[in-house]
């Protein structure tokens, strides 16, 4: 009897233990699997995780903590087949490194939480040391092998429904909730008097209809750490408004109840809106700041899902358009590939012909790989090589940059020029 593939994530915010989860929790019986949440300056708070862990069909008891220096001493007790990298960017960078370290070495497998469209160099670079790379529709597969390609880094891609797509059948359900549902992002959009526009938009929209509520659907209580820092977070821009609506209410509850009672939803591009298409609620992406890849809103363009503030206070809410559904997050199931790809990958492990890869070339050597980790962990990293890179490094990175926006002044009149 074979014995079944182990494969372990490792997370550490909100966003990416959601993901992970709801990942890990789609496999059958042949796959054993678990999470370890990596303590970072951002780890998820207990609540934050109960909330993560909601709707998946992981077992909690399946999700543990661990600290730093008993990672890698943990992932050799349990023998992992495979090693799922959930986190941003800097964090995949150095676990890569650290999993790659391990004897038999894991397979290696990354990827992303939601939306991933523009294909950007940042999130094949930082992956780069992963075997494969997961994604959720099939435009996005195109535009990151074709990415891949044209800046010279091979990755490999695969495919896997995005977890909160799951639940097509519902598309042409009827919702049955009240509430409109704002899921709000930290860093989209970014300067405060959009972010301010938005907390006076969601003001006129209470007052509107006062039977009704408007939830603006929290990723964190006060204090708590999220996937992205947040400036500017909406509980104050709406107190600085003054006394508010009854009916305006915050939650911190899973996306999964909130949706429960929902009418629609609203966002800029949030991944919640892909979650709420899954259950047949209609959406708003509010267009109010145009359509650019800093807004991560062309996919929702494209899905005719763009509408403007009236549309919101009227709660006039959109479907996506049918033609759009299959290359984008709501392709058949049966095109998944990431459990195939991943067992072909376990067989070469056990059967060890899996030739490791590598990360990319950078300069630097141990002292970039100290500041790297020292960036990401903060005062978790207590090495005496950490402090030394920083102690090094922020100089260096302040000059850098320095010369980096005297070159864009100098820039700027010469393309003016032209």
């Known amino acids: 009897m074979t014995a079944p593939r182990r494969i372990v994530a490792l997370a550490d915010t909100d966003s990416y233990v959601k993901w992970a989860a709801a990942l890990l929790g789609t496999l059958d019986a042949g796959w054993d699997a678990s999470i370890l949440v990596v303590e970072t300056p951002l780890v998820v708070s207990d609540p934050q995780l109960d909330a993560a862990l909601s ?10 903590r661990v600290g730093w220096d008993a990672l890698t001493p943990r992932l050799s007790t349990l023998g992992a087949d495979v090693v799922v990298l959930a986190g941003r960017g800097p964090l995949v960078r150095v676990l890569a490194r650290e999993v790659a370290t391990l004897s038999p070495r894991p397979v290696i497998v990354a990827g992303l939480p939601g939306i991933s469209i523009p294909a950007t160099r940042k999130a094949i670079a930082y992956r780069a040391q992963a075997d494969l790379f997961v994604l959720h529709s099939h435009r996005e597969c195109r535009d990151f092998a074709a990415l891949s390609v044209e800046r010279g880094m091979p990755q490999r891609f695969a495919l896997a429904t995005l ?4 639940g097509g059948a519902e598309l042409s359900q009827t919702p049955k909730g009240t509430d409109l549902i704002f899921a709000p992002q930290a860093k989209v959009p970014a300067d405060r008097p959009d972010r301010m526009r938005i907390a006076r938009l969601l003001v006129r929209t209470a007052d509107a209809d ?17 996937t992205h820092a947040e400036r500017d977070a909406y509980p104050d821009l709406l107190a600085s408004l003054g006394p508010l ?17 929902a009418e629609g939803l609203v966002t800029v591009s949030s991944t919640a809106a892909i979650e709420a298409i899954a259950r047949g609620i209609p959406v708003i992406a509010l267009d109010t700041f145009g359509v650019a890849p800093e807004l991560i809103n062309e996919v929702m363009a494209d899905a005719g899902l763009l509408s403007g503030e009236q549309d919101v206070v009227a709660r006039r809410f959109r479907h996506p358009d049918a033609a759009w559904l299959d290359d984008n997050y709501f392709h058949d199931a049966a095109d998944d590939d990431w459990t195939t790809c991943t067992a072909e990958l376990v067989a070469e492990r056990r059967g060890g012909t899996l030739e490791p890869k590598s990360p990319l070339a950078r300069r630097g050597g141990a002292l970039r790989d100290a500041w790297e980790r020292k960036s990401v962990l903060g005062p978790l990293d207590r090495t005496f090589a950490g402090a030394v890179a920083m ?20 820039m700027v009149p010469r393309t003016a020029a032209r």
Not at 55 to 64: A, E, K, N, Q
């Open 245 to 261: 609506p009854p009916n305006l209410v915050t939650s911190t509850a899973s996306m999964h109840r909130a949706l429960d009672r």
């Open 391 to 410: 102690v090094i490094g922020m100089p260096l990175r302040f000059a850098v940059r320095v010369l980096q926006r005297l070159r864009d002044l100098v």
């Open 163 to 166: 977890p909160f797509a799951r």
């Open 210 to 226: 006062p039977s009704r509520r408007v939830v603006v659907k929290l990723r964190a209580e006060r204090g708590e750490q999220q």
């Open 55 to 64: 709707g998946s069909d992981l077992p909690s008891d399946r999700v543990s």
